[in-house]
């Protein structure tokens, strides 16, 4: 819980702030302390209407990288084209800074922290290793207890388990336990062959052509060759399959309905770029670059029109280490070792069962009880105790925690586009990240300035964003001078046409009331709540809507909500990654960008 603040101004009048939670002064100072000598003076309460009629302008205050999110949002598109297609790698990164400048002057996209990771393991269990990008591998764990079956939770009921659609962490996961792409990451994060043996590069850095593994097998023992890679690619780039990271294959020549993908025979496989890739080995060891047996896909009675559909029980056939043999929707999922993977000797721990929950209070008991060996949630009011504990891990990840705007939302009708990206900053200066660092992640996070996360390389042999401190606001502003800081929030707010009463909160002529849109978890709806607070010390009412994991995924991409707990962990070491799914055409732009 916030520490309860209140300054009480004498003489005129008494200011009183209270709200729920533990020392977050950024949200309750009150915010007439600025004003504290005016305060004491008979005229102090006719400032404020004289505040209002010299109001800023809106267009004055935006950043000189700002242009419409909606309207002109394909100056973006073609920015991001030019850097998929730059052969300079030192003019790449440039232009990538550009890139990441335009974004975040919309204010849309608002970063709260940059991501860690924790799971809790059992001391029996050891062999599990996870890489920068929240992809956890169990297929070469090792239970010292005996046990040949390893117990775990990652989330709920997945919502695509076709790894040419999923765009979820844990269905990664899923994705990478029971598929197999030409590369994969190993225990130390780095790429190496899997279903390739290797591949050489033009002298142009356009073409390549892959080696297979030879007598590779579906789980169904029947062959796989690198001809089911060529019908994968080219179904995942294809308009009809509607994948969310179609994009992904945008740097491919024929992009997206004649992608220049070749079996040369069963285990050559040839590929031809527009421009020299960097991350390529990563982008090979992606989900949406593994394979899919054409005549399961198609098998599905409404395979064109619904993609996703032949894997949505179990029995599906894949290629990887497990294979899904049992699934009791909303509750249990089982998978079994694949004798016909490449690798299936390694392979120690005979079944994965997982329990399907995002309640991480009953995950929590579930652990603690033996009924599961692996979570990788615990609850927030957990987390402080545990920290000693050696079954309890904190590793690295390389993405950011943020929240966003919808830019359509109709909380900015009769706004102008810089009228709006001025009301986003205000609330983007009001959060307290320093408070959801320390007392709801509670793990070393790192408060966010910027999208692109920290550490991330810049794919010129150098770091992108090196230290916290460089960025676009202060991310201790609302620590370090709580009472200027929440002014600022109101000269952009009046900016955008707001008034204010002489308490220092919207009027009631201009209120602002919206929506914020969370998953159920509970570190999730301790950071709204905590938001909800730190808008309220100008008066903005924010609602706190819950729903669950799949309906939330679902309702952010289609762009049904106004504000939104959102994350990006990255899917390779490069920023172009974390700036092409903001595209008018990603499937990943919830905003709703250029829309």
Known sequence: MKKVLAMILVLCMVFALCACGQSKPAATEAPAATEAPAATEAPAATEAPAAEESAPDAASLVSAAFIDPLKDWGKYDELIAQIKSETDFAKRTELMHQAEDILMATNCVIPIYYYNDIYMQKDYVDGIFANLFGFKYFMFANMANGSDTLRINLASEPDFLDPALNSSVDGACLAVNSFS?????????????????????????????????????????????????????????????????????????????????????????EFTLVAPCAYMEDLMAFPAFYPVKQEAVESYADWQTSPGGWCQEAGFVSNGAYVCTGWNHDTSMTYEKNPYWYDADKVKVEKLEFMLSADDTAIFAAYNSGDVDFIDTVPTDEIASLLSNPEFHIIDNLGTYYVAFNAKSSIFEGKTPEQAACMREAFTILIDREYICENIGQTGQVAANSFIPLGMADGNGGVFKADAETGYFDAYAINNDQAATVEKARELLKAAGYKFGEDGKLSAETPIQLEYLTNTTSAHIAIAESIQQDLAAVGIELTIQQQDWNVFLQERKQGNFDFAREGWLADFNDPINMLEMWTTVSGNNDCQFGR
């Open 181 to 269: 792409g030409l590369y994969a990451y190993n225990a130390e994060g780095h790429t190496e062959p899997a279903c390739a043996t290797g591949y050489t590069v033009s002298d142009d850095g356009l073409t390549y052509t892959v080696t297979l593994r030879k007598g590779l097998k579906w789980s169904d023992g029947s062959d796989l060759t690198a001809k089911d890679f060529e019908y994968s690619w080219k179904r995942v780039a294809a308009d009809e399959t509607a994948a969310d990271y179609a994009y992904m294959l945008n740097g491919f020549a024929g992009f997206p309905n004649d992608l220049a993908v070749t079996a040369k025979d069963d285990t050559t496989l």
